[in-house]
C-alpha cells in the first residue's frame, strides 16, 4: 500500500516538475510582449523603410529608365526624370488609380501594402518603388517586358488588344527617349 502511494506521489511530483519547467518564467513572458510591441510597432516601420530604399536601389537596376519614363507619360502624362523626380500633375483614374504610375487598388493589395495609399499618393519616390515592384512582379510572371507591361495595366486581361496596345505604346516611348 505504501508502495503504491509513494509511486502515485512521485509521478504526480514529476508531471508537476515538467508543467513547471515547460511554462514561461515572468521574464520570458514580459520578454514576449516586449518583442511583440517592436514587432507591431517599430518593427513594421524599420521594416518599410529599409524595403523601399531597397526596392528603390535593386529595381532601379533591373527596370530600364526608358520603360518608367514611358510609363509614367502613358499612365498620368507627366515628365520622369530620376527617382521620385516627376514633373506634372496627376489626377485620381476612374478606378481609384493613384499617384503618377497610376497604381490600382488590386496591384496595391497584391503587394500587402495597401494601407500605405495616402502616402503613395504624397510621396513620389514611394509611389516609383511600388510601381517598380510591381512591375518586377509582372515581369517574373511574364518573363518579358511587352507582357509585363500589359499585366501591369490589365493584370488577368493582359492579352487583351488593348492592353497588348499599351505596351506597345511604352515601349515605343522608351525606344525614342
Same mark, same amino acid.
Given at each position: ?18 508543467? &513547471? ?12 510582449? @516586449?518583442?511583440? @510591441?517592436?514587432? $507591431? ?5 524599420? +521594416? +518599410? ?8 536601389? +535593386? ?5 530600364? =529608365?526608358?520603360?518608367?519614363?514611358? &510609363? ?8 520622369? /526624370?530620376?527617382? %521620385?523626380? @516627376?514633373?506634372?500633375?496627376? $489626377? ?7 499617384? *503618377? /504610375? ?5 496591384? &496595391?493589395?497584391?503587394? $500587402?501594402?495597401? *494601407?500605405?495609399?495616402?502616402? @503613395? ?19 517574373? $510572371? ?11 495595366? %490589365? ?9 497588348? =496596345? ?10 525614342? &527617349?
Amino acid at each position: 500500500m505504501i508502495d503504491k502511494s509513494m509511486e502515485r506521489y512521485q509521478k504526480a511530483r514529476a508531471a508537476y516538475l515538467r508543467e &513547471l519547467f515547460q511554462r514561461p518564467t515572468a521574464l520570458q513572458r514580459i520578454g514576449a510582449m @516586449i518583442a511583440t @510591441i517592436w514587432h $507591431k510597432c517599430w518593427g513594421g516601420i524599420l +521594416l +518599410l523603410v529599409a524595403t523601399t530604399g531597397l526596392t528603390i536601389g +535593386l529595381c532601379a537596376q533591373e527596370i530600364p =529608365d526608358g520603360i518608367i519614363r514611358g &510609363l509614367v507619360m502613358v499612365e498620368s502624362g507627366c515628365e520622369w /526624370f530620376s527617382v %521620385g523626380e @516627376i514633373r506634372g500633375r496627376w $489626377k485620381r483614374g476612374a478606378d481609384g488609380e493613384i499617384s *503618377h /504610375f497610376q497604381l490600382t487598388p488590386a496591384a &496595391l493589395r497584391e503587394m $500587402k501594402v495597401e *494601407h500605405l495609399s495616402a502616402r @503613395i499618393e504624397r510621396e513620389p519616390a514611394l509611389a516609383e518603388s511600388m510601381a517598380r515592384r510591381f512591375l518586377l512582379i509582372c515581369y517574373a $510572371k511574364r518573363g518579358n517586358w511587352p507582357e509585363a507591361l500589359a499585366t501591369y495595366n %490589365g493584370w488577368s486581361r493582359y492579352r487583351s488588344s488593348g492592353a497588348r =496596345d499599351y505596351a506597345a505604346r511604352i515601349l515605343s516611348l522608351a525606344a525614342v &527617349l
